[in-house]
């Protein structure tokens, strides 16, 4: 069974993965921009500006778990222990703390949100089941090439 844009996988979890082994096997510290909604489990007083920057090392976590839809991990945080868990569609970036080289992502509200691939624009499309009875005026990117939006249905006449 083939996968059409609207049902593939998040590259998102893979991106992150990679860039998190690149920074340990270079011995860079790898961090995580997050921007923080209702489903983010931190430390609250650590959020500044709905944003919050995780150290997401082996030194700095325990029971790290980088996994498709979440990351997963404890950490001390002014001395106390907690349980953090970030839905990965609300990674903003991972990055090598000491040169700053990474990748960011657009944040989106939910982990589907609608939306196609895409790393550097996302456009929302419409739902499944409106895409037969509307057409969208906006276009889903793969690989900056525009992808026509969803044909709309055809006004039957009845012929008598």
Not at 80 to 85: A, G, L, V
Request: hydrophobic share 40%; charged share 20%.
């Amino acid at each position: 069974m083939v996968m059409n844009a609207l049902e593939s996988p998040s590259t998102r979890p893979y991106l992150i993965r990679a860039m998190y082994e690149w920074c340990t096997d270079h011995s860079f510290t790898p961090y995580v921009a997050v921007k923080v909604d209702g489903s983010v489990q931190v430390p609250r007083e650590f959020v500044q500006g709905g944003e919050i920057v995780l150290n997401i090392s082996f030194d700095a976590t325990s029971s790290l778990q980088l996994g498709n839809e979440f990351i997963e991990f404890k950490a001390r945080f002014g001395g106390k222990p907690r349980d953090i868990m970030v839905p990965i569609h609300r990674v903003m970036a991972i990055y090598a703390r000491e040169n700053g080289q990474g990748m960011s992502f657009p944040v989106t509200d939910s982990p589907l949100n609608n939306t196609v691939l895409g790393m550097d624009k996302l456009h929302k499309v419409p739902a499944s089941s409106d895409l037969t009875a509307t057409a969208s005026s906006e276009t889903a990117v793969h690989e900056d090439k525009p992808v026509p939006p969803a044909p709309t249905r055809p006004t039957l006449t009845r012929i008598k």
